[in-house]
T-cell receptor, first 113, second 116 residues
């Protein structure tokens, strides 16, 4: 079983829809949670960064972390065709000696105009 | 926001040559840099972690003599693929962070390496 599970999709939605992307994880030591967006042949771009449980909102994006369920979500409101990309969740623990991120496999999102 | 520059973005070379990829942090001190490899439609696979001024720590299964990493300054790390062969063709991505802050890693735009 992978440490971080993410549905690979593809997920296809109409323009304007609310998109829900999710990851589950098994390592209770994870404390920092990130969502990255990756366009084809580009590096990942940081979208959201949260510490521990709770919600964080930035424009059309909302990140939620539920540590009790080991479940994180990214919501995209009013989705646009330009949101079409692969979305990667990533996380790490507090261990200052091991700062590498553990990634989900990525969800491909397609927003249809 | 923080910017990480990676160069070159695409390189094609003959089998047996060595290729150097640079990763620079433009507006922060990158005390730690990471090198990843990504195959089509797959997630990022960590190859190695380097702290400025120290030897890199390689993940299991990654040949350190094949993938040479140098992190001699707080703004530059290099990955050299030595004696590259077609199976080394891949998308290589670096990321950087200041480990004394709690800011997340920021990624370069990747290097597409094609070995003929």
């Amino acid at each position: 079983q992978k440490e971080v599970e993410q549905d690979p999709g593809p997920l296809s939605v109409p323009e304007g829809a609310i998109v829900s992307l999710n990851c589950t994880y098994s390592n209770s030591a994870f404390q920092y949670f990130m969502w990255y967006r990756q366009y084809s042949r580009k590096g990942p771009e940081l979208l959201m960064y949260t510490y521990s449980s709770g919600n964080k909102e930035d424009g059309r994006f909302t990140a939620q972390v539920d540590k009790s369920s080991k479940y994180i979500s990214l919501f995209i409101r009013d989705s646009q065709p330009s949101d079409s990309a692969t979305y990667l969740c990533a996380m790490r623990g507090m261990d200052t000696g091991r700062r590498a991120l553990t990634f989900g496999s990525g969800t491909r999102l397609q927003v249809q105009p | 926001g923080a910017v990480v520059s990676q160069h070159p973005s695409w390189v094609i070379c003959k089998s047996g040559t060595s290729v150097k990829i640079e990763c620079r942090s433009l507006d922060f001190q990158a005390t730690t840099m990471f090198w990843y490899r990504q195959f089509p439609k797959q997630s990022l696979m960590l190859m190695a972690t380097s702290n400025e001024g120290s030897k890199a720590t390689y993940e299991q299964g990654v040949e350190k003599d094949k993938f040479l990493i140098n992190h001699a300054s707080l703004t530059l790390s290099t990955l050299t693929v030595t004696s590259a062969h077609p199976e080394d063709s891949s998308f290589y991505i670096c990321s950087a962070e200041d480990r004394y802050s709690n800011q997340p890693q920021h990624f370069g735009d990747g290097t597409r390496l094609s070995i003929l």
